[in-house]
């Protein structure tokens, strides 16, 4: 068990729908990482937030969008859901910020999105 | 652009025989490099990682890897395979990109232990 919780486990729901998924980050942790896993892109960087802050954003959609709230856990929000977005999704903590040097991310169980 | 390459999607080990999972990368500078684990239904577990110095790195769960520059390498060894290490294991790139880290990770190589 990493610490790190995410819900829901799955989430089934229909294309054009909004969904939102859920982070709580290791006790400690101020960064919040958002994964997508899918078969055809596999492990995609998402977005990255410190202490409620953006702090790097990779290949996330403009459908898509993330913040972390004062309690530090965080929230995935997936929007005009299309077939393709039907993935793995991950999120990871760690203590730090990244900067210019690497902190260990501990990685939730994802939850599992599947838009029909 | 950095990028990962793992050229095996699958390998196939007899349990107590050795392993060695394959990664080439793409990265401008000095890479950070990192193996993580999933075995089905759980999130990325780190294995090592390399930043700097001693290019033999030492691991969780008896594994090792080795980062060599002139090959642009960092493949992934254990002596001997237990069947409980069959999962996917990924490998990972890290760089940083005005100020922040962005990781990028291979697309995962199978391992099935047979006993």
């Known amino acids: 068990d990493s610490g790190v919780t995410q819900t829901p486990k799955h989430l089934i729901t229909a294309t054009g729908q909004r969904v939102t998924l859920r982070c709580s980050p290791r006790s400690g942790d101020l960064s919040v990482y958002w994964y997508q896993q899918s078969l055809d892109q596999g492990l995609q960087f998402l977005i990255q937030?410190?202490?409620?802050?953006?702090?790097a954003k990779g290949n996330i959609l403009e459908r898509f969008s993330a913040q972390q709230f004062p309690d530090l856990h965080s929230e995935l929000n997936l929007s005009s859901l299309e077939l393709g977005d039907s993935a793995l999704y991950f999120c990871?903590?760690?203590?730090?910020?990244?900067?210019?040097?690497?902190?260990?991310?501990?990685f939730g169980p994802g939850t599992r999105l599947t838009v029909l | 652009a950095q990028s990962v390459t793992q050229p095996d999607i699958h390998i196939t080990v007899s349990e107590g025989a050795s392993l060695e999972l394959r990664c080439n990368y793409s990265?401008?500078?000095?890479?950070?490099l990192f193996w993580y684990v999933q075995s089905p239904g759980q999130g990325l577990q780190l294995l090592l990682k390399y930043f700097s110095g001693d290019t033999l790195v030492q691991g969780i769960k008896g594994f090792e890897a080795e980062f060599k520059r002139s090959q642009s390498s960092f493949n992934l060894r254990k002596p001997s395979v237990h069947w409980s290490d069959a999962a996917e294991y990924f490998c990972?790139?890290?760089?940083?990109?005005?100020?922040?880290?962005?990781?990028?990770f291979g697309r995962g190589t199978s391992l099935i232990v047979h006993p």
């Open positions: 990265y401008g500078a000095t890479p950070y």
């Open positions: 990871a903590s760690s203590v730090g910020d990244t900067g210019t040097a690497y902190n260990e991310q501990f």
């Open positions: 937030y410190y202490n409620g802050e953006e702090r």
């Open positions: 990972a790139v890290g760089g940083v990109s005005g100020g922040s880290y962005i990781p990028t």
